[in-house]
């Protein structure tokens, strides 16, 4: 999607191995996001960040850790990847008005990891 | 905790037909409701943000409405055609300004 691109964009890995997935937004926007989609369940909020070098956990954080030392960079790492975390992940942007969301999220195209 | 329910069963539409797609929430009263559209294999696509404040919004053959009081968001999409079959997802804001809570989803069929 234009101004937000993910990388990589399908990955196999074994289980056990440490996994970086990259977002990368020429939008400058504010807030940066990590989602991960599995059938049957809505999207889930990984990680979340609201500005360079400030992350948040979201409702599904174990396992992973995030970092953002740009504004255009949100890194996701799985530490020891495991098969629950066989998903799909997207990462998302968004901007707000005085605290105010006027529009909804960016989302990129996502990267279909595999732990096997 | 906040929960938000979307029709799991998928909805055939017939073309020229309006389409409706139901968002109930409970146990919260979100500030803003935002709709989505999925394709297969790629990531959500923003449609429409509707405040508390606002009884309806639209956008050429989209119309969103937000109904507080029964907790419930109705997304239309009048004159449906085939390339508007996705699934559609809703979202409302969570007690904390940065996160969304999201619907699984509604998946959309519409026949030629």
């Known amino acids: 999607d234009a101004g937000i691109t993910q990388s990589p964009r399908h990955k196999v890995t074994e289980t056990g191995t440490p996994v970086t997935l990259r977002c990368h937004q020429t939008?400058?926007?504010?807030?940066m996001y990590w989602y991960r989609q599995d059938p049957g369940h809505g999207l889930r909020l990984i990680h979340y960040s609201y500005g360079v070098k400030d992350t948040d956990k979201g409702e599904v954080s174990d396992g992973y850790s995030v970092s953002r030392s740009k504004t255009e960079d949100f890194l996701l790492t799985l530490e020891s990847a495991t098969s629950s975390q066989t998903s799909v992940y997207f990462c998302?942007?968004?901007?707000?008005?005085?605290?105010?969301?006027?529009?909804?999220?960016?989302f990129g195209s996502g990267t279909r990891l595999t732990v096997v | 905790s906040q929960k938000i329910e979307q029709n799991s069963e998928a909805l055939n539409i017939q073309e020229g037909k309006t389409a409706t797609l139901t968002c109930n929430y409970t146990n919260y009263s979100p500030a803003y409701l935002q709709w989505y559209r999925q394709d297969p294999g790629r990531g959500p696509v923003f449609l429409l943000l509707?405040?508390?404040n606002e009884k309806e919004k639209r956008k050429e053959r989209l119309k969103v409405t937000f109904d507080t009081t029964l907790k419930q968001s109705l997304f239309h999409i009048t004159a449906s055609q085939p390339a508007d079959s996705a699934t559609y997802l809703c979202?409302?804001?969570?007690?904390?300004?940065?996160?969304?809570?999201w619907g699984a989803g509604t998946k959309l069929i519409i026949k030629p």
């Open positions: 979202a409302l804001d969570s007690y904390s300004n940065y996160q969304l809570i």
């Open positions: 998302a942007i968004s901007e707000s008005l005085e605290g105010i969301f006027l529009y909804g999220y960016t």
């Open positions: 509707i405040r508390e």
């Open positions: 939008e400058n926007h504010r807030y």
